[in-house]
């Protein structure tokens, strides 16, 4: 029998529409956080001048808050396409890190329930799924209906923020340019192992600072990512 990381067996994965709802009513609490960032998305996009509309699509179809951000930041016309993609790009590589820590159990669903729940995958829900899996949980439909939680509201609070966006003003005064932050200082404490997660973590976020002040952009991102991961990889094979 194949197993995870933690050494339980994972081929008894299923997908179905328990795993759904289930996914979906655990990642309400933090897909209302999300709303936060959401509304001062679609403030930010209303003031760099997109409609509501492409606003609204935007968030429909990409679903990546830190890469629409740097996005809207970049908005010019004309849109600067080059920089907007390679930006994006840099932001979004932790999403191949990401995909690997699911395989052990992904790789026994069919392709179309998996890359169907790929679609749906932030942050916020990935980290849920993680720790429901590891928990020694089966349902492999948990990552689409934790990421249908966080699409919903994303997308419901990107309409709020961009038409409503003259009444809400500076999203600061609200805390709400802190929503995001808050949200993945409550998903740290999901993953948190105890002493063997302080390594990767540490080296994570010194290469990650070192790197901003390094460098130009948001490679801090995939470069801190990418640092913890492979201090796992060496304390395990060490």
Do not use: K
């Amino acid at each position: 029998m194949s197993s995870d990381p933690d050494g339980g067996g994972v081929d008894e994965v299923r997908f179905g529409p328990t795993g759904v709802r289930d996914g979906y009513l655990r990642c309400v609490p933090v897909a209302l956080g999300v709303a936060g960032y959401g509304v001062v998305f679609g403030v930010l996009a209303r003031e760099a001048g997109l409609s509501v509309a492409e606003a609204t699509l935007m968030s429909a179809t990409v679903l990546a808050g830190a890469a629409q951000l740097v996005a809207v930041e970049l908005w010019a016309d004309p849109v600067p396409v080059v920089a907007v993609v390679g930006t994006t790009l840099v932001v979004n590589l932790r999403y191949l890190l990401m995909g690997a820590a699911l395989r052990p159990w992904f790789r026994h669903l069919a392709p179309r329930h998996a890359y169907a729940s790929v679609f749906f995958t932030a942050d916020e829900n990935w980290a849920l799924t993680m720790g429901e899996l590891r928990s020694g949980s089966r349902q492999g439909a948990f990552l689409l209906g934790s990421g249908l939680a966080v699409w919903s509201f994303w997308v419901v609070a990107t309409v709020v923020g961009a038409t409503a966006g003259s009444l809400v003003g500076d999203p600061a005064r609200y805390g709400l340019d802190f929503a995001l932050t808050a949200v993945f200082l409550v998903i740290a404490t999901e993953l948190w192992e105890g002493r063997s997660t302080v390594a990767p973590w540490a080296v994570a976020a010194a290469v990650a600072v070192l790197t901003e002040a390094a460098l130009p952009g948001r490679w801090y991102v995939p470069c801190g990512a990418l640092a913890g991961a492979l201090t796992v990889v060496i304390r395990r094979d060490g």
